[in-house]
C-alpha cells in the first residue's frame, strides 16, 4: 500500500472526455482524476476499449493479457498516457467492445442486448487490476467506482482478501443497470449474491444497487441530490437503502475543467474577456446573434439553452414561455437534440418566430462555447439534476443562470433575493414548481432585472466569474472521502 499522504486509486468509468461522451460522466472522469494527481495521488483511468477511444487516444502498448473465468478469448489491456498527465488503461474485448453506436446503445438507438455482459466483463477487468493480477505491477489502495457499469465491482470484491477500498459514485440513479434474473445466472455470479440485501431488486438484477450496498463509501454529485435521492420522488426504490446507508453516504459537486471552460483563453469564442474587461462579452453577443441570424441589438435580452431535448432537461417549460420572452423584446437560441417531439415542437416555434429565436439540432462544441459567452442568460429548468454543468459554465462566462431550485443547480446558483443582493452573493434566479408558470415568474424576474439597470446585470454576472467551482476544490473533498473510505476498510 502507499503512503498515508500519497494514495494509488484505480478510477473506473465507462466513458471519459474528451475520448468518448454521452453525458456528465465523462465530465467527471476527464477532469477529476488529473485534478487528484495535483495533489500528489497515483491515479490511473480505466475505460472499455471503444473504437471511437481507441482512435482519438493515440499511441498505445499492450501491457497485461487477462484470462479471466467465463471468458473464452484472452482480454489485452492496453495502456497510453493522456494530454493531462492521466495514465490510462484500456480494457481490449472487440467482441464486447468494439462496435459502432455509443457505449450503451446500438446505431438504432436500442440498448445493446448484451450490456450485462459487456459490463459484468468490464468489472472483472478492473478487479484483475485492482487485485494485481494483471501483470502491472502496480496495486489500487482506493477503486473509485461510477455509475452502474461499475456496479458489479465492489460486491465481486467484497469476498476477496486484502482488497482495495472502495467508493462508489451515483452520477443519475435513473439509470440503475437493472436486468432479468436469468442474466445473474448467466454470468456465473455467485449465489449468495442473490438477496433481498445484495444484488436483487423486485426479482431482477441491479447493477447499481450492487454498488450501493457493498462499496465502502457512496456519494453523488451534489449536496442537495443527495439529499433528494432519499425521497420516494427522486429514490427509483432506492431510497430506503440509500437512508441505511446514509452514515456513508454523502454528496460532492462536480467541478468544471477551468483551462477548457474560460473566457479569458478559449479559443473556440470570438473575443475573450474576463470579470475586468465583462464589457468585451457584448461582441460575443453581436457574433452569436449573427451566427443565428438574428437581429443585432444590444439591448435585446438574449436567453440560451445547451442540452438534451428531454422532458427531464424541462425543455416543454422552455417551449411554453417563449412568446412571453419575444413578448418582452428578448431573444432565444438553443442547441441541442433529443426526443423526436420536442425537435419538431423546437423546430416548428424557430419558424414561427425565425427572427427572435435561433436552433441547431444536434451538439457542435464549439458553438456550446459561444452560446456561453454570447448570451446574456441562461435556461436550466430541470425537474431533475444530479449536478449539472452548464449552469456552471454559464457562471464561468458571466452568463446569468436561470435555474429550478434542484440538485446541483440549487448548490452552485445563489437566487436573487434583497439580501444575496444586499451581502454580494447573488448570481442568478431560482424558481421551485416544475411548471411553466413558474419558470416564467423567474424569467420576468430576470428580464425586470435586465431592464432596470444594466450596471447591476453586469454586477451580477460578475459575482458569478469570480466563484471558485473548479476540479481542484472538489478534488480536496473526494480525497477526503477516500480516507474515510480507508478507514472503513481497515475497520471490517
Known sequence: MSTSSTLNILFAASEAAPLIKTGGLADVAGSLPAALRELGHDVRLVLPAYPQTIEKIGELTTVATLKLGGYQQPINILSSLLDNGVPCYLVDAP???????????APNGHEWGDNAERFALFCRAIIAIGQNRSQLKWQPDLIHCNDWQTGLVAPLLSTEPNRPATLFTIHNLAYQGLFEQSTFNRLALPEELWTLHGLEFHDQLSYIKGGIVYSDRVNTVSPTYAQEVLTTEFGYGLEGLLS???NHFSGIINGIDYQEWNPTHDSRIHH????????????NKKALQAHFNL?????????????????????????QIIPGIIDR?????????????????????HKKFPEQTGLFIGYDEDLAHQVEAGCDAFLMPSRFEPCGLNQIYSLRYGTVPIV???????????????????????????????????????VERALDFYQHSRSHWQRL???GMQQDLSWASSAEHYQTLYIKALADLEEC
Open 95 to 105: 467482441e464486447y467492445f468494439s462496435r459502432q453506436g455509443n457505449p450503451y446503445l
Open 244 to 246: 441505511h446507508r446514509t
Open 272 to 283: 475573450h474577456y474576463d470579470h475586468t474587461s465583462f464589457q468585451l462579452k457584448q461582441l
Open 295 to 319: 437581429p443585432q441589438k444590444p439591448n435585446a435580452p438574449l436567453f440560451g439553452y445547451i442540452g438534451r431535448l428531454v422532458e427531464q432537461k424541462g425543455v416543454d417549460l422552455i417551449l
Open 329 to 349: 423584446g428578448g431573444q432565444v437560441v438553443m442547441l441541442g437534440s433529443g426526443e423526436a417531439k420536442l425537435e419538431k415542437a423546437m423546430q416548428e416555434m
Open 404 to 442: 429550478r431550485h434542484t440538485g446541483g443547480l440549487a448548490d452552485t446558483v445563489v437566487d436573487v433575493t434583497p439580501e444575496t443582493l444586499a451581502d454580494g452573493s447573488a448570481t442568478g434566479f431560482h424558481f421551485d414548481e416544475a411548471s411553466s408558470s413558474a419558470l416564467w415568474g423567474a
Open 461 to 463: 454576472a460578475i459575482t
